[in-house]
């Protein structure tokens, strides 16, 4: 009898610890940090190496704080010569025909960080502390909007904005925005075929349809106060507010009456905090006509940041970086907008 009570006991012991090593090796896997994904390559686009000097502190700033990243600027030329040999038929359809330059800015950011992967920054966004460890478990990431400016610009409860945008190369993600962009009508306001509307429309969706459910495909909408804790000039959102004050609430726009009670009331505030990674300042300068740009000041690039590459320039090395190739796009199979219409 003692014999099997101790084969019992032994064998109760057995499992129990069998049981211990399984849920620590569980523990262990969860807390294991996720693989980095995202390539250390720093994107920023503007027309051509001569950047408006008032982006200086920001551009040096990002650069400084991130001496390991290689350092992309994509100009005008730079732009057009990618997008002819990786999205032929976008270039030809969509692209080729912006007259808008905000569009062509737009674009290039998703069909960079489709191909090469990386992180997206405007010009006017100031780093304030190295983009690792921070975004390193991070398989896409998009800036989100101060909430009060989402209210008021758009009437919604949020909003992703592409001032700052991270990515491993190849997500499906971003060769889905580059697709609804092909398709968009090329009359379309920029805010809804390649803008903030467009890409939260895409998120919205993207989310919907469970595409979240594997890591390496999600999309992470981080918190405002990650990239965009500034809130942009309060002139701005009063005028878009003015005629609202003192008129009652109307049931179609919620989000706006209420993003403008609180600035009439309360003010907007900044929402700088410890987990604030870089700012986007809102400076408007590409916003202004070719004919004002003429009178703004610029720097050449190459003083702000030596070792940046230029895709046109560095075309051998660069592509070297490409770890993702278009695999319809450049065969007809998503069709563009006139196509679509027939």
Not at 135 to 148: H, I, K, S, T, V
Not at 325 to 337: E, R
């Amino acid at each position: 009898m003692s014999r099997r009570k101790n084969w019992r006991v032994l064998s109760l012991l057995l499992c129990l610890l069998m049981a211990v090593a399984l849920l620590h090796r569980c523990s262990v896997s969860r807390d294991r940090p996720r693989p980095r994904l995202i390539p250390r390559i720093l994107h920023q686009v503007g027309e051509s190496e001569l950047v408006f000097a008032e982006y200086s502190f920001a551009i040096e700033s990002c650069r400084r704080l991130n001496p390991n990243w290689t350092y992309i600027l994509w100009r005008d030329k730079d732009a057009e010569l990618l997008i002819k040999e990786f999205f032929p038929d976008f270039y030809r359809t969509q692209y080729a025909k912006y007259t808008n330059r905000l569009k062509k800015s737009d674009s290039i950011r998703y069909i960079i960080l489709y191909l090469f992967g990386g992180l997206y920054a405007d010009l006017d966004v100031e780093c304030m502390k190295p983009f690792s460890p921070d975004l390193d478990e991070e398989a896409c990431f998009l800036d989100q909007e101060n909430p009060a400016q989402s209210h008021i610009f758009w009437n919604k409860e949020r909003s992703a904005m592409n001032s700052v945008m991270g990515c491993r190369p190849g997500h499906p993600f971003m060769l889905d925005l580059v697709s609804r962009m092909a398709k968009s009508p090329s009359n379309q306001a920029v805010m809804l075929s390649t803008g903030p509307l467009m890409l939260t429309k895409a998120l919205d969706e993207w989310t919907a349809q469970g595409s979240q459910r594997d890591w390496a495909d999600s999309v992470r909408l981080m918190d405002p106060d990650i990239f965009s804790p500034h809130v942009d000039n309060a002139d701005i959102l009063m005028d878009a507010c003015r005629k609202r004050f003192g008129q009652p609430a109307n049931d179609g726009e919620l989000w706006v009456d209420r993003g403008c009670r609180d600035l009439q009331f309360g003010g907007l505030k900044d929402n700088f905090t410890e987990r604030t990674v870089a700012v986007h300042w809102f400076m408007h300068l590409g916003w202004y006509s070719l004919k004002e740009r003429e009178h703004i000041q610029r720097i050449n690039i190459s003083r702000l940041v030596p070792g940046v590459r230029f895709y046109r320039e560095h075309h051998a090395q660069l592509k070297q970086l490409i770890k993702a190739t278009p695999p319809a796009l450049g065969n007809n199979k998503i069709k563009d907008a006139d196509e679509a219409e027939q």
